[in-house]
């Protein structure tokens, strides 16, 4: 089993940046990927960025504003947001993929609001 626990929300201005970090304990050495979602009210829950061994991947409406990187150690995992707007406004969900046996399982943190201001 995996838990993941965020931090680094907030509220700032459009133009600003924010930083989250999300911190994963339990079974470290199973989880093949790490990333960020996020999910505005009334919308569908959306991939923002993640982590694989084979790279890193964006959602293409950041164009280039966010940064995705993990801890040497794997068990971090961070999201830099640069020149926010308010349409990033949402909860941003720390996610994991892992395996039990021959099957992928997700773990998902508490979420974290971030709020951009105009």
């Known amino acids: 089993q995996v838990q993941l626990v965020e931090s680094g929300g907030g509220l700032v201005q459009a133009g600003g940046s924010l930083r989250l970090s999300c911190a994963a304990s339990?079974?470290?050495?199973?989880?093949?990927?790490m990333g960020w979602y996020r999910q505005a009210p009334g919308k569908q829950r959306e991939l923002v960025a993640a982590?694989?061994?084979?790279?890193?991947n964006y959602a293409d409406s950041l164009k280039g504003r966010f940064t995705i990187s993990r801890g040497n150690a794997k068990n971090t995992v961070y999201l830099q947001m640069d020149s926010l707007k308010p349409e990033d406004t949402a909860v941003y969900y720390c996610?994991?993929?892992?395996?039990?046996?021959?099957?992928?399982?997700?773990?998902w943190g508490q979420g974290t609001l971030v709020t951009v201001s105009s």
């Open positions: 996610n994991a993929v892992y395996l039990m046996g021959s099957s992928s399982l997700h773990a």
């Open positions: 339990g079974s470290i050495f199973s989880i093949n990927a």
């Open positions: 982590v694989t061994s084979g790279g890193t």
